[in-house]
């Protein structure tokens, strides 16, 4: 007589309560287990948006492009009108306010536009 058996065959009753017990206790933790998002990102510190270093390096480029794009186009006008040097220089401190200007949209520092609802 071992103490295994002495309940009269109760082994099955006792694993059946343990499966039951056990998936119990599975439903519990799969509801409290927050759902893990499927691009989950490696890097801890992203929230979604871009990295402090990408949106600089971002900034730094609108407003770059701007600068060249206004002493390239004041080289050119000046080159073929023959305007040397009020065209570079003008179109140069344009391509200086438009840097500015797109740093400051980019950033978020100016307030949108107002646009007009066009719904039917």
Do not use: C
């Not at 407003?63 to 000046?78: R, T």
């Not at 401190?93 to 100016?110: C, D, E, H, K, Q």
């Amino acid at each position: 007589m071992n103490g295994s058996d002495a309940d009269g065959g109760g082994g099955k009753d006792r694993d059946g309560d343990l499966s039951a017990r056990l998936k119990s206790l599975e439903t519990k933790i799969e509801r409290k287990r927050p759902e893990a998002s499927p691009a989950h990102s490696s890097r801890s510190g992203s929230a979604g948006g871009p990295s402090p270093l990408g949106q600089a390096m971002r900034l730094s480029t609108e407003f770059i492009a701007g600068v060249i794009a206004g002493g390239i186009l004041g080289w050119m006008f000046d080159h073929y009108l023959g305007t040397k040097p009020w065209g570079m220089i003008v179109l140069l401190m344009l391509g200086f306010a438009t840097g500015i200007y797109n740093v400051m949209r980019v950033s978020g520092s100016l307030p949108r536009a107002p646009t007009k609802n066009r719904d039917p």
